[in-house]
């Protein structure tokens, strides 16, 4: 059984409810919460999120990587009873996310998500997990090869955000604008051409998330 199916079971019992009644105040199904409670399915990050969010825990806790449900609130139990030193300098709170693999910055390449280990993330950043760049389209934008990007997962972004997007089976990074009749991904590199998808061919594009943030080992 997994940790994430023993601490949804746990804080269901925590609050008295039924299987039926979590499946009502979350809009699942009554099997499908007892699927996540006998370990046979696991939810997606979206899905996390949001039983975190009804249970007000953080992520970690309900993957079972750490005993504290909610560690703001933790955090500001202490601080309210103790002060720092005064030679002692607060170092900001971090969380971890996933880095699922790489994605291109050209060319597009074959997506990969074999999840290689989890990286630090400040609790001020949304994330949902990370992807390390490889290429160069995106160095106007200060992302270059071997760069980290956070990527928040959303099927949509504003016009010009810039995204990872799936076009079939192959993963990139760029520039989203959206028009009715089209899509186009432009790099931040002016050796790169702009990519369109028209008509059908708009259904093999898909958003997987807006970029956030990133770290880069350029200075």
Not at 126 to 134: G, I, P, S, T, V
Not at 188 to 203: A, I, T
């Given at each position: 059984?997994?940790?994430f199916?023993?601490?949804f079971?746990?804080?269901?019992?925590?609050?008295?409810?039924?299987?039926?009644?979590?499946?009502n105040q979350?809009?699942?199904?009554?099997?499908?919460?007892?699927?996540?409670?006998?370990?046979?399915?696991?939810?997606?990050?979206?899905?996390?999120?949001?039983?975190?969010?009804?249970?007000?825990?953080?992520?970690?806790y309900?993957?079972?990587?750490?005993?504290?449900?909610?560690?703001?609130e933790?955090l500001?139990?202490?601080?309210?009873?103790?002060?720092?030193?005064?030679?002692?300098?607060?170092?900001p709170?971090?969380?971890?996310?996933?880095?699922?693999?790489?994605?291109?910055?050209?060319?597009?390449?074959?997506?990969?998500?074999?999840?290689?280990?989890?990286?630090d993330?400040?609790?001020?950043?949304?994330?949902?997990?990370?992807?390390?760049?490889?290429?160069?389209?995106?160095?106007?934008a200060?992302?270059?090869?071997?760069?980290?990007?956070?990527?928040?997962?959303?099927?949509?972004?504003?016009?010009?955000?810039?995204?990872?997007?799936?076009i079939?089976?192959?993963?990139?990074l760029k520039?989203?604008?959206?028009f009715?009749?089209?899509?186009?991904?432009?790099?931040?590199?002016?050796?790169?051409?702009?990519?369109?998808?028209?008509?059908?061919?708009?259904?093999?594009?898909?958003?997987?998330?807006?970029?956030?943030a990133?770290?880069?080992?350029?200075?």
């Amino acid at each position: 059984m997994s940790k994430f199916s023993d601490r949804f079971k746990q804080l269901r019992k925590q609050r008295n409810l039924s299987q039926q009644d979590l499946a009502n105040q979350l809009g699942y199904t009554k099997s499908r919460v007892n699927m996540y409670e006998r370990g046979e399915r696991e939810p997606s990050y979206e899905v996390l999120e949001e039983i975190a969010d009804y249970f007000n825990v953080d992520l970690d806790y309900l993957h079972g990587k750490s005993d504290i449900p909610n560690r703001n609130e933790w955090l500001k139990a202490i601080n309210a009873s103790a002060s720092a030193p005064d030679n002692i300098i607060p170092m900001p709170s971090k969380s971890s996310i996933p880095l699922v693999g790489d994605i291109a910055c050209g060319t597009p390449i074959l997506a990969e998500e074999n999840r290689e280990g989890d990286v630090d993330l400040p609790e001020h950043i949304h994330a949902d997990f990370a992807l390390r760049c490889k290429g160069d389209s995106m160095i106007n934008a200060r992302i270059y090869d071997g760069d980290i990007v956070y990527i928040r997962q959303q099927d949509t972004v504003e016009h010009g955000e810039i995204a990872a997007v799936l076009i079939g089976t192959e993963a990139t990074l760029k520039r989203v604008f959206l028009f009715d009749d089209h899509i186009t991904l432009e790099a931040e590199n002016p050796q790169y051409r702009p990519l369109s998808y028209w008509g059908d061919e708009m259904n093999d594009v898909r958003i997987l998330g807006k970029a956030v943030a990133f770290t880069s080992t350029v200075r």
